[in-house]
């Protein structure tokens, strides 16, 4: 189990190092810039599983403006989805650490108890110690959940290293408090912590800060 820990750790190490230098092409070889976040996108492709799992307990989920819902795909009950990126910050120097935050979000309705939640502006924390997705409940700022952990050992790195970069291949799992917000809400025990809830692809649009 140490070894696969040690692999999967290299195998990040390898794919950041890549992108890292993949940013580099359009600045000096001394500089670790930050990045300025204007823009962008995170489109989501649900687990095969979650469709069926959520259609069985009742529950739909549904896309929050100004979030799209690109392709529900009728045999699988997959959901394809794209929340736009409003802002955040990546620092080069430290692996791109930093923040992003996304307009729009999920609506999960239980269509047999009437009941829902909802979780809109995702912010994405890619951090090494603790990578996550936060989102806002009901649209009370006060009142945040940890949504999802982000499963990054597996990140491909792309984009054009002079105002895009992209992070794909992010797997999002269910994370604890995620879970045990939608259950109590939803008045359900679909939502299992540590399940794969969909892979994440994300193009982010950035100005390199002076």
Do not use: C, W
Request: charged share 15%.
């Amino acid at each position: 189990m140490r070894g696969l820990r040690i692999r999967r750790g290299l195998a990040v190490a390898v794919a950041v190092i890549a992108g890292a230098a993949l940013v580099s092409t359009a600045t000096p070889a001394s500089a670790a810039p930050i990045l300025n976040v204007t823009g962008g996108h995170t489109t989501t492709v649900s687990d095969p599983a979650l469709g069926p799992a959520l259609l069985g307990a009742g529950i739909v989920p549904l896309p929050v403006a100004p979030g799209k819902l690109d392709k529900l795909d009728i045999k699988t009950l997959q959901l394809t989805t794209t929340l736009p990126i409003t802002k955040g910050t990546l620092d080069q120097g430290a692996f791109f650490a930093g923040d992003a935050t996304h307009a729009g979000g999920l609506q999960f309705i239980s269509l047999l108890g009437l009941r829902q939640v909802t979780l809109t502006d995702f912010q994405v924390f890619i951090d090494f110690a603790d990578p996550r997705l936060e989102a806002v409940v009901n649209h009370n700022p006060k009142n945040r959940v940890k949504l999802f952990k982000v499963d990054i050992s597996g990140v491909q790195f792309g984009g054009n290293g002079t105002d895009t970069l992209e992070l794909n291949n992010n797997k999002l799992v269910l994370a604890d408090e995620g879970a045990a917000l939608l259950n109590d809400r939803l008045k359900t025990k679909v939502f299992v912590a540590g399940s794969t809830f969909g892979t994440a692809n994300t193009t982010f649009n950035y100005t390199v800060a002076p």
